[in-house]
């Protein structure tokens, strides 16, 4: 296995102990001593709510054949093993997803950032190259410090890994494309998210750009077109492709025609269809189209790959019934997505009886006031709608907004979510990771 070759001199630790008399060889990797499968490295670390470090010997036992930990006070004193102790467990296994990455050089690695979006766009790009390549990509919310190198250790047998990268703090972005390299980057938008720390829209377009800074020249960026804020990249880049449905783009999007599940457009004069229901998802889908197309893909292999496409839950996820309509895009909220789903519900369905069940958007700072008030004034405007909002930050708009009921408790957001739900025909719920609108989600599936 490729990993018996890592330079450990290059992987920040304090100390090794254990079984040191050959190199670690090892295939994925894992938090929970409990997902232990022969041949994983363990990652021992010191959780908000358990301690990884006690469970060192429950790993061995399951057959892990390496371990990065931060205390081995816990375990047996030889350890039958090789262990690498660090006090930074985070930079440890950055520096070992850098240092793999040289040794797996025929790896491609497409790497997708944004605001919002990301997702989905991740998803299509890996449904786009899936007929052509063994392909890989993140799950679920591993997008940050913890959860990229989860995921490429997870998949060093693909050919094409395609990641997304969260960002919560001016620089994320930059340390994650230092370790893994990528070949091709994807920027989907700039909008106001994490305001709390980035403050402004600036420093939100110099931290999804540190994608581009980590990259190599020649390889091929890839923008939204349409993004305002994004254009000046064309200036500050080399390599700079875009999409969108503006003229000038190089991959431009024409046609877009939503249907009962899926959607359907053109890029340069070519049709492609994907599962959808939002028109907005086109954009995303188009950059999965570009990025495929740059890859070698062709057009009838992208298509067959894109109708196979499984999106991730939460992400604008309908289910209908002859007594419902339940829309789930529950897995974050920021104000260009609220603001999306909000007008495509009241176009769609505007005959019929439609409740918005939303919760705060977090961590806007200082506008967080104005982009809450404008969601409200976007459900206000559309006829026979009606929301139940959750949180402090809709909260402070109670008096303005009479027409709408307010909550600042689960339990009786709860009780009043099941006493008024079978009223409406369409029902939307969405909320910030925080407010954990799934769980409200549940209840209605539940009925």
Known sequence: MTTRFID??????????????????????????????????????????????????????????????????FTEKELSVPVLLTDDPV???????????????????????????????????????????????????????????????????RE??????????????????????????????????????????????????????KMDEKSFKLICGDDPVLARARDEFSHIFSYGETKGNDYRIARIEPGKGQVAFCVNEESYTVPAWSVHFAQNAAAAVAVALNMGALPREIKEGLSRCMLSPGRLSVTETPERVLIDDTYNSSPAALKAVITEAGERYGSLRKLFCLGDMLELGEESGRYHKEALDLCSGLTRAHALLLGPEFYRWKEEFPQFEFFMGR?????????????????????????KMEEFLEELKGE
């Open 8 to 73: 450990y001199s290059a992987v920040y630790h304090t100390g090794r102990v254990g079984r040191w008399d050959r190199y670690p060889s090892f295939s994925g990797a894992v938090l929970d001593s409990r997902k232990v499968s022969p041949g994983m490295l363990f990652i021992a670390r010191k959780g908000a709510h358990t301690d990884g470090n006690l469970f060192i010997n429950d790993a061995v036992s399951r057959g892990a054949a390496f371990v990065i930990a931060e205390n081995i006070s």
């Open 411 to 435: 339990k009786d957001y709860s009780d009043r979510l099941n006493a008024v739900k079978k009223q409406y025909r369409v029902i939307v719920v969405k909320g910030s990771r925080g407010l």
């Open 160 to 213: 094409v890994l395609v990641m997304e990268m969260g960002m919560d703090r001016f620089g994320d972005i930059g340390i994650l494309a230092e370790a893994v390299k990528p070949d091709i980057g994807v920027i989907t938008n700039i909008a106001p998210v994490h305001m709390e720390f980035m403050k402004t829209i600036d420093f939100v377009y110099r931290g999804k750009t540190e994608l581009f800074k």
């Open 91 to 157: 930079k440890t296994l950055l520096d070992l997803v850098s240092s793999l990455r040289g040794l797996i050089a025929h790896q491609r690695i497409v790497a997708v950032t944004g605001s919002f979006g990301k997702t989905s766009t991740k998803d299509y790009i890996h449904g786009a190259l899936s007929l052509l390549y063994k392909t890989g990509k993140t799950e679920g919310n591993l997008n940050t410090e913890w959860g990229v190198p989860l995921t490429y250790l997870n998949n060093m047998d």
